[in-house]
């Protein structure tokens, strides 16, 4: 029992995934009591119907991480047989998970910035994953794990980490405020209006031709198919009659603005 545990947590370690101890449920059963057989027989590797129960109960707890003691599927065991073998294998499973690598190699994906003036830098605090993007909220990307960041524009931006980890996706979004910027090379920013906020029924954007318009709450939830606009001679106009009350992020490719209604 000793080598297959070992043999399991160099697997578990190479493989950076976690393992049941079913073995070790089994041996903790076979110690507390010797006279119970939970084989199909002497010398038969192959557990009956106790044993399989217990088993069952251990990858429940190790897969959920929640205890299996009360379920009321206990196939041919007696109650007192099944609730035995339950609590005995959520002990084994839940009192040491780190033991069977449970949750020690989880995609985790978070980051942290700091801000100088126009300029963000952004440092990546993941763990356990193949790769990863950022999206800057400006239009801007990188597959760095940590970068540095110009803004070119006044405003407030969604930044959004994305981890993979073989076929897994996480993300992680955080708001981040621009107040102070360098000289924009393509737009002058200052003649930006954007009016009233907070607002009510509409918005009127002046001073820039506005494309790719997007809006989120502060929850990233895209509300965008919820707004219209047209062109009018003071600039866009957007109608936002459709946006229930709260605070918004007024996104296009080249600034973002907070705004609430």
Same mark, same amino acid.
């Given at each position: 029992m000793d080598l297959i545990r070992s043999n399991l947590e160099y697997l578990s370690d190479s493989t950076k995934l976690f393992f049941?101890?079913?073995?070790?449920?089994?041996?903790?059963?076979?110690?507390?009591?010797q006279t119970k057989m939970l084989w199909g027989?002497?010398?038969?590797?192959?557990?009956n119907a106790?044993?399989?129960?217990?088993?069952?109960c251990a990858f429940y707890a190790a897969i959920f991480q929640k205890s299996s003691?009360?379920?009321?599927? $206990?196939? =041919? #065991? +007696?109650?007192?047989?099944?609730?035995?073998?339950?609590?005995?294998?959520?002990? &084994?499973?839940?009192?040491?998970?780190?033991?069977?690598?449970?949750?020690?190699?989880n995609q985790y994906t978070d980051f942290n910035y700091s801000v100088n003036?126009?300029?963000?830098?952004?440092?990546?605090?993941?763990?356990?994953?193949?790769?990863?993007?950022?999206d800057f909220g400006d239009g801007g990307t990188s597959n760095n794990p940590a970068i540095t960041h110009?803004?070119?524009?006044?405003?407030?931006? $969604?930044? =959004? #980490? +994305?981890?993979?980890?073989?076929?897994?996706?996480?993300?992680?979004?955080?708001? &981040?405020?621009?107040?102070?910027?360098?000289?924009?090379?393509?737009?002058?920013?200052?003649?930006?209006?954007?009016?009233?906020?907070?607002?009510?029924?509409?918005?009127l954007i002046e001073g820039y031709t506005i494309k790719d318009i997007s809006i989120f709450n502060l929850?990233?939830?895209?509300?965008?198919?919820q707004i219209s606009f047209i062109?009018?001679?003071?600039?866009m106009e957007i109608n936002t009659s459709n946006l229930p009350s709260g605070g918004y992020i007024l996104k296009t490719k080249s600034f973002a603005n907070f705004i609430y209604k």
């Open positions: 049941t101890p079913a073995g070790e449920v089994m041996r903790a059963a076979w110690n507390n009591n027989g002497n010398g038969d590797i192959h557990p106790k044993g399989s129960y217990m088993i069952a003691f009360g379920t009321y599927i $206990i196939s =041919t #065991l +007696t109650q007192i047989e099944a609730s035995n073998y339950q609590q005995l294998a959520d002990t &084994i499973v839940l009192n040491n998970l780190s033991d069977w690598r449970i949750n020690t190699y003036q126009s300029i963000v830098t952004f440092n990546n605090t993941s763990q356990n994953v193949d790769s990863l993007s950022w110009n803004y070119i524009s006044s405003g407030t931006f $969604i930044v =959004t #980490l +994305t981890t993979y980890k073989g076929e897994c996706l996480e993300s992680k979004t955080k708001i &981040i405020s621009i107040l102070t910027v360098g000289i924009d090379k393509h737009n002058d920013k200052s003649r930006i209006n954007i009016s009233p906020n907070p607002f009510t029924d509409k918005i929850s990233g939830q895209d509300f965008s198919n062109y009018t001679a003071k600039g």
